[in-house]
């Protein structure tokens, strides 16, 4: 199976309105567009919808990816015993061959149907239709994707929007999704450049950034703005590199020493801690600490009201 693609998202030059086009916004209409269909696929097949959906995010870049504007194919299936249509692209080798369909429901029913006729998922079959996460590993263990983390995502995008609901034939508060995927929300300032490359590049708090796609590194959002990599670890107040997961914040210069003027506290929320609050403000870590005459080594504590200026 493919690799995720993500490629340009092809966006408006000029202004921008505030929580501006992310990837969240293209997961959230991804599902109100395709959700139905997955549903039918699980009442045919046996497959949750939840599991459709998620796949159908994550290999497609929320429909963003290149091979579904050429080919419809929301799941990256290559040629393999298949006398359809056919495009060509470059994945794990140059100019690989993948199949085309005439519509999104035609991918959706040709991934059912490779799920069902190859031996190595059967036993995902004899799963409940609500065990997402035994689908997420089942798939990973079969074989379906080499990422090792491939289930996680899954399940990830599963738990943020609530998918899971489609499996009981219940539907997701999309206004909550909207509102809470993300925990964070993000006052955006407008839009000055949009990259060849895909990234809408926003500020924040005056410090230019952009939102991690489907199969970002930092090491790749480093090489598309042409900076190292260690740069932008220390931007986003990181030693190392670790895992990004889609709508996360990459700053791309140094952050500031306080909020903007509008925020000057900010009360902590379960689940939060002193890097995230840092990261959503655009706020160095360790100005954020100095600010609060905090120790560096203090973790954030529920409902402290924390300065930001």
Same mark, same amino acid.
């Given at each position: @199976?493919?690799?995720?693609?993500?490629?340009?998202?092809?966006?408006?030059?000029?202004?921008?309105?505030?929580?501006?086009?992310?990837?969240?916004?293209?997961?959230?209409?991804?599902?109100?567009?395709?959700?139905?269909?997955?549903?039918?696929?699980?009442?045919?097949?046996?497959?949750?919808?939840?599991?459709?959906?998620?796949?159908?995010?994550?290999?497609?870049?929320?429909?963003?990816?290149?091979?579904?504007?050429?080919?419809?194919?929301?799941?990256?299936?290559?040629?393999?015993?298949?006398?359809?249509?056919?495009?060509?692209?470059?994945?794990?080798?140059?100019?690989?061959?993948?199949?085309?369909?005439?519509?999104?429901?035609?991918?959706?029913?040709?991934?059912?149907?490779?799920?069902?006729?190859?031996?190595?998922?059967?036993?995902?079959?004899?799963?409940?239709?609500?065990?997402?996460?035994?689908?997420?590993?089942?798939?990973?263990?079969?074989?379906?994707?080499?990422?090792?983390?491939?289930?996680?995502?899954?399940?990830?995008?599963?738990?943020?929007?609530?998918?899971?609901?489609?499996?009981?034939?219940?539907?997701?508060? @999309?206004?909550?999704?909207?509102?809470?995927?993300?925990?964070?929300?993000?006052?955006?300032?407008?839009?000055?450049?949009?990259?060849?490359?895909?990234?809408?590049?926003?500020?924040?708090?005056?410090?230019?950034?952009?939102?991690?796609?489907?199969?970002?590194?930092?090491?790749?959002?480093?090489?598309?703005?042409?900076?190292?990599?260690?740069?932008?670890?220390?931007?986003?107040?990181?030693?190392?590199?670790?895992?990004?997961?889609?709508?996360?914040?990459?700053?791309?210069?140094?952050?500031?020493?306080?909020?903007?003027?509008?925020?000057?506290?900010?009360?902590?929320?379960?689940?939060?801690? @002193?890097?995230?609050?840092?990261?959503?403000?655009?706020?160095?870590?360790?100005?954020?600490?100095?600010?609060?005459?905090?120790?560096?080594?203090?973790?954030?504590?529920?409902?402290?009201?924390?300065?930001?200026?």
């Amino acid at each position: @199976m493919r690799k995720e693609i993500v490629l340009a998202v092809i966006c408006m030059l000029g202004l921008l309105p505030a929580n501006a086009q992310t990837m969240h916004q293209a997961y959230l209409e991804y599902i109100g567009k395709y959700s139905e269909i997955a549903v039918e696929q699980q009442n045919l097949h046996k497959i949750p919808a939840s599991i459709t959906l998620a796949q159908g995010l994550l290999e497609s870049a929320a429909g963003k990816g290149k091979l579904v504007s050429i080919s419809n194919n929301h799941f990256g299936i290559k040629c393999s015993d298949w006398t359809g249509q056919k495009v060509y692209a470059d994945d794990d080798k140059r100019n690989e061959c993948f199949r085309k369909y005439n519509s999104a429901r035609e991918s959706f029913e040709d991934h059912s149907q490779f799920l069902i006729t190859r031996p190595r998922y059967a036993s995902l079959f004899g799963l409940d239709a609500t065990d997402y996460k035994g689908w997420a590993h089942g798939l990973k263990a079969a074989g379906y994707a080499t990422d090792e983390r491939y289930a996680y995502k899954l399940i990830k995008l599963i738990e943020d929007y609530d998918l899971h609901k489609y499996d009981t034939g219940s539907k997701p508060d @999309m206004k909550k999704a909207d509102s809470e995927s993300n925990r964070e929300t993000y006052t955006w300032g407008k839009a000055s450049v949009t990259t060849l490359k895909g990234h809408n590049l926003f500020r924040n708090n005056g410090v230019k950034c952009v939102f991690a796609e489907a199969g970002d590194t930092y090491a790749g959002i480093a090489h598309e703005f042409n900076l190292k990599e260690n740069k932008i670890l220390n931007y986003n107040d990181l030693n190392q590199s670790r895992e990004l997961t889609p709508g996360t914040i990459v700053y791309l210069s140094a952050k500031r020493k306080k909020a903007s003027a509008e925020y000057q506290t900010h009360q902590i929320k379960p689940g939060e801690n @002193m890097y995230r609050i840092a990261q959503k403000y655009g706020i160095k870590l360790q100005s954020l600490y100095d600010l609060n005459q905090m120790p560096y080594d203090q973790g954030a504590v529920v409902n402290k009201v924390l300065k930001l200026r």
